[in-house]
């Protein structure tokens, strides 16, 4: 669905926010990432990339980067991603990655580490960021838009 018939058709979910997804068709594969600000049911800002041989992790971090660089510090902002794992890095894990040295309890190196670091700093610049998890597919408006950014290298809409 392309970012033009998302609009048209969804308008459920929160009319205000950050939106991020990511995607990868195989993993790894080829992928996508979309970021969208929203406020009051209004398109501010979106940004939006792909890669030749990725996985879909890579993308959903990458689209909470591009995110949380589109709030200035100090606003109040839900930030929404479909990615749990996303989520539960950036408020619950690296807090305690980053004061062990960046390492995690079980064995092994934290996967996209330099896109995890980056995205727990932007997430500390901006206290006032409200990051949670939203259901992906569900008619969420903003939420739907992003996934046809992240999407968007399928059929080169852009």
């Not at 209004?42 to 959903?60: K, P």
């Not at 839900?78 to 794992?85: I, R």
């Amino acid at each position: 669905m392309t970012t033009g018939e998302v609009l048209a058709r969804f308008t459920g979910g929160p009319t205000s926010g950050v939106f991020t997804d990511g995607a990868s068709e195989g993993n790894p594969g080829p992928g996508g990432w979309g970021a969208v600000l929203a406020v009051d049911d209004q398109m501010v800002a979106q940004e939006y990339g792909s890669e030749v041989h990725t996985t879909n992790n890579r993308m959903e971090l990458t689209a909470m980067i591009a995110g949380l660089k589109m709030i200035p510090g100090e606003t109040p902002v839900g930030v929404y991603t479909d990615s749990q794992l996303v989520v539960n890095i950036i408020t619950k894990w690296a807090e305690g990655w980053k004061a062990k040295g960046w390492k995690k309890k079980s064995p092994g190196p934290i996967a996209n580490l330099a896109l995890v670091q980056e995205a727990y700093a932007l997430a500390r610049e901006r206290p006032a960021a409200n990051i949670q998890w939203i259901k992906a597919h569900s008619g969420n408006r903003w939420n739907e838009y992003a996934d046809a950014l992240a999407t968007a290298y399928r059929r080169e809409e852009f």
